[in-house]
């Protein structure tokens, strides 16, 4: 167990809707990752937070946005859902935001779009 | 463009042979350079890491990892496999465009290592 959490586990949705992730990092750290990983792109960077600020943006689609609340835990908001954004979306942590230290990661949500 | 290339999508071993997983990377700068393990319906764990230093790493579960500045590879590596080592196996490379407080990881492909018993 990794200590970071991810909630839903499963989520299952139609085109056009709107779904937000939940991820509580490790007690302590203070950066949070979102990455998505589908069968056709593998592991894709979307966002960093790093107390409470966006610090590194990836490959995150406009219908995309993320945030990290004060008590650390952050949220991934898709909207306008299609097809192609089924997949299992991860949030990690780390320690300190450089990049030198690992990264810890949970458990993920997989979100299914029909 | 920073990559990171995991030239094999698949490698199999017997249990109790020696296992390498190899991982190729072009970035600028000093490359600081991770490998993870993914198992079925799990997050990534992460084994090992090169920032500076020896270039033999060792990680978790046995594992070790050469990295190779001239060849501008970071093998993985175990002297003798086991049949639980079988998952997924990703190498990453920290993006050198991010610094400070931002931190931008770069995702090889992934090797399915599969162990026969």
């Known amino acids: 167990d990794s200590g970071v959490t991810q909630t839903p586990k499963h989520l299952i949705t139609a085109t056009g809707q709107r779904v937000t992730l939940r991820c509580s990092p490790r007690s302590g750290d203070l950066s949070v990752y979102w990455y998505q990983q589908s069968l056709d792109q593998g592991l894709q960077f979307l966002i960093q937070?790093?107390?409470?600020?966006?610090?590194a943006k990836g490959n995150i689609l406009e219908r995309f946005s993320a945030q990290q609340f004060p008590d650390l835990h952050s949220e991934l908001n898709l909207s306008s859902l299609e097809l192609g954004d089924s997949a299992l979306y991860f949030c990690?942590?780390?320690?300190?935001?450089?990049?030198?230290?690992?990264?810890?990661f949970g458990p993920g949500t997989r979100l299914t779009v029909t | 463009a920073q990559s990171v290339a995991q030239p094999e999508d698949q490698v199999n071993v017997a249990e109790g042979n020696p296992l390498t997983v190899k991982c190729t990377y072009s970035v600028s700068g000093n490359p600081y350079l991770f490998w993870y393990v993914q198992y079925p319906n799990r997050g990534l764990q992460f084994l090992l890491k090169?920032?500076?230093?020896?270039?033999l790493v060792k990680g978790s579960y046995g594992f070790e990892a050469e990295f190779n500045k001239s060849q501008t590879s970071f093998h993985l590596k175990k002297p003798s496999a086991l049949v639980s080592d079988s998952a997924l196996y990703f190498c990453?490379?920290?993006?050198?465009?991010?610094?400070?407080?931002?931190?931008?990881?770069?995702f090889g492909s992934g090797t399915r290592l599969s162990i026969r018993p």
């Open positions: 090169y920032i500076t230093g020896d270039n």
């Open positions: 937070y790093y107390n409470g600020e966006e610090r």
């Open positions: 990690a942590s780390s320690v300190e935001p450089t990049s030198s230290y690992e990264q810890y």
């Open positions: 990453a490379v920290r993006d050198p465009t991010t610094g400070g407080s931002a931190s931008k990881i770069i």
